[in-house]
């Protein structure tokens, strides 16, 4: 069962921003006193009493601003708050309940969630604890005050967000059909994909960016079973502002790749990739899907016999972190090598579940040390005692050595690509854990 989402919703300055960073635990959005300061959102995976969830920071919303920050802000709220499983939304007590507050909470309204309605600032609640009833009158149910920067009231608010998210039901039979998740920017073609895919026009596609509003799941069958397409709309292009705390979100890719055993991630051929594809690709990465990239668009573009390899070379030095991720050069408007890529996703999920043995693994490893020794440092030398894989999906592997400080980052990835090499993982990542176990202990 994919995270659920919780967004935190609400006009400027409020202090979304801070009680994202304090839930989370870092400091991921920028926290300015300048209303709008947050262009778009930031996720980050938190938990709360062992359940797991997305945390969503939105732009503010001021519902009658023609503004076109603060009305791309309030497109991007609503496009959280369509998303999300629970709303927080957060108002000001300092400032009262205002005339916007209201407004945004029509807005939520209509989005049929559960909602939980916060208070913040409420640095002392001797001083300010009954100004927290005011905000019954949006008849958003029972306020809960919290100061986002004194840390006061958080395990109230995360009580009652918890409460509102979809049960975990032991009994539910797993969908173990494949989910492939459709992702990258506007107008690539990600929709024409899901129909050449599909076989038939079950998805609007059109030339206008944002057509598809939400990610939309269409089941097909193909190599004799069923697979789960999940389409997403493409993101914007980033706001011709130019200040620098400008910082561009993708909580619907976040979304989508949550729910995903595969990714698909989309680029333009004429275009090329782009920084954007990267923050998108990176989505994927850090959630250890399984990924193919897939090149769009290739039969619009004017060929040589280098093209494939310059392409590719340009795709692989902005996604070095996608190494693992094989490239297609495709066309969804033709077809042209569409044909194989239920079978290329049969592949990654077998990768993403390949299990090895520990006695062939440690065949490789100790091929691998005979070919590089491992590195020294003042007269110590690394030494790799045995390893194991622990986990699939991705495969995880446990090494045990001497002293971990000596593991090089370098002769990690050796070993790792030396795994790579013998067992075939390409579309997936790997995860390597380095565990010392001491010299006594292995005798």
Not at 242 to 264: G, T
Request: hydrophobic letters at 40%.
């Amino acid at each position: 069962m994919s995270k659920p989402i919780v967004a935190i919703v609400g006009r400027p300055n409020v202090g979304k921003s801070t009680l994202f960073n304090t839930l989370a635990g870092e400091r991921i959005s920028i926290v300015d006193d300048t209303p709008g300061v947050t262009r778009d959102r930031i996720y980050a995976d938190c938990s709360w009493l062992n359940r797991s969830f997305t945390l969503i920071d939105t732009g503010g919303i001021e519902p009658d601003s023609q503004n076109i920050i603060l009305k791309q802000m309030r497109e991007q709220a609503e496009i959280a708050m369509e998303t999300a499983d629970v709303i927080i939304f957060l108002t000001d007590v300092k400032e009262g309940l205002t005339d916007d507050d209201k407004k945004v909470a029509d807005m939520l309204r209509r989005s049929n969630k559960p909602v939980v309605l916060c208070v913040n600032k409420v640095d002392n609640f001797g001083k300010f604890g009954n100004d927290i009833y005011e905000f019954y009158n949006l008849g958003m149910g029972d306020p809960i005050g919290v100061s986002a920067s004194e840390r006061l009231g958080l395990g109230d608010l995360l009580d009652a967000v918890s409460a509102g998210f979809p049960p975990v039901s032991e009994d539910e039979e797993e969908d173990t059909r494949p989910k492939i998740a459709i992702v990258g920017k506007p107008n690539v073609g990600k929709s024409s994909i899901v129909n050449r895919m599909a076989g038939s026009r079950r998805v609007i596609v059109s030339d206008v960016a944002g057509t598809t509003r939400d990610a939309i799941d269409t089941v097909v069958r193909a190599n004799k079973k069923e697979y789960v397409l999940i389409d997403t709309a493409g993101l914007r292009k980033k706001s011709k502002v130019k200040e620098d705390i400008e910082r561009y979100s993708i909580i619907r890719a976040v979304s989508a790749v949550e729910r995903a055993d595969v990714v698909l991630l989309v680029i333009d051929a004429q275009e090329g990739v782009t920084e954007q594809d990267a923050k998108i690709a990176g989505i994927a990465h850090e959630r250890n899907k399984g990924i193919l990239i897939l090149v769009n668009k290739w039969d619009l573009v004017e060929k040589t016999n280098d093209s494939v390899k310059e392409h590719t070379k340009k795709i692989r030095r902005v996604l070095s972190f996608l190494d693992y991720a094989d490239i297609m050069f495709i066309s969804a408007e033709t077809g042209q090598r569409l044909g194989g890529l239920f079978t290329k996703i049969d592949s990654i999920v077998d990768n993403c579940k390949k299990r090895v043995s520990t006695g062939v693994l440690n065949e490789i490893m100790s091929q691998a040390v005979a070919m590089h020794e491992p590195p020294s440092d003042k007269g110590r030398r690394l030494r790799l005692y045995y390893m194991t894989q622990v986990a699939v999906g991705p495969p995880t592997f446990v090494l045990f050595v001497n002293d971990k400080e000596l593991m090089h980052f370098s002769y990690q990835r050796y070993i790792e690509n030396q795994i790579r090499e013998a067992f075939d993982f390409s579309g997936t990542s790997i995860k390597m854990i380095v565990r010392e176990r001491n010299e006594k202990e292995q005798s």
